[in-house]
């Protein structure tokens, strides 16, 4: 919404974003939003994203707490190509909820790469990334056990991702922090992370 020019009628992904204007290249017209920081809560499949996003949300805070899996069945999504749409479309989605005025926490395990190359990137403050880890033990039990998951392809998979993400602090051009809660509980999972953003607010 906030990138359509009201008067021309440019829908274009051709904005220019500058000093808290959005700037139409057809007509020159600008109008004022509310730039946010944009915040990706990350880690690899069944370290516990959904387990303290849940926590967070009900600590009724000041972001708006989403899944990257709702667009799973509604962006089918198999080439590289349809990721990157999905992710634009995430960030779409949230320049709008921003200006609520409230900025907006995604949940989200793949594609990281993709995020600082999105059109609608510009429209945000900053990009801010904390990847979830854990220790290698404890992320098998966590999938086995926690979630059931008997795929042993998907358990190799994620200890891997896993082991990745702890020993590096970046994904192409983007860099990240993060926070091992493999001795934390939901509770104090979720505390840490809101700690973390809010010093971005």
């Not at 962006?75 to 989605?93: G, I, K």
């Not at 395990?109 to 999105?118: E, F, H, V």
């Not at 510009?122 to 098998?140: M, N, Q």
Request: charged share 25%; proline share 2%; with cysteine.
């Amino acid at each position: 919404m906030i990138g359509t020019c009201v008067k021309c009628g440019n829908h274009k992904w051709d904005k220019i974003v500058r000093d808290g204007k959005v700037i139409c290249p057809e007509c020159n017209h600008s109008w004022s939003y509310i730039a946010k920081p944009l915040f990706i809560l990350s880690g690899c499949s069944g370290v516990g994203k959904t387990t303290t996003a849940i926590e967070i949300m009900q600590k009724q805070t000041d972001v708006v707490v989403l899944d990257a899996d709702i667009f799973c069945g509604v962006q089918n999504a198999t080439t590289e190509d349809d990721y990157r749409r999905r992710v634009d479309t995430l960030e779409s989605l949230s320049r709008n909820i921003s200006q609520s005025g409230k900025p907006v926490l995604w949940t989200m395990a793949g594609n990281l790469d993709m995020i600082p190359t999105s059109y609608n990137t510009r429209f945000f403050s900053g990009i801010h990334t904390l990847v979830l880890t854990v220790d290698e033990k404890d992320l098998r039990h966590r999938m086995s056990v926690g979630r059931g998951i008997t795929d042993s392809g998907w358990i190799e998979g994620s200890v891997g991702y896993n082991e990745y993400l702890r020993t590096h602090k970046s994904l192409g051009s983007l860099e990240y922090e993060t926070l091992d809660i493999t001795d934390k509980t939901p509770t104090e999972a979720a505390d840490a992370v809101i700690e973390w953003f809010k010093n971005y607010l």
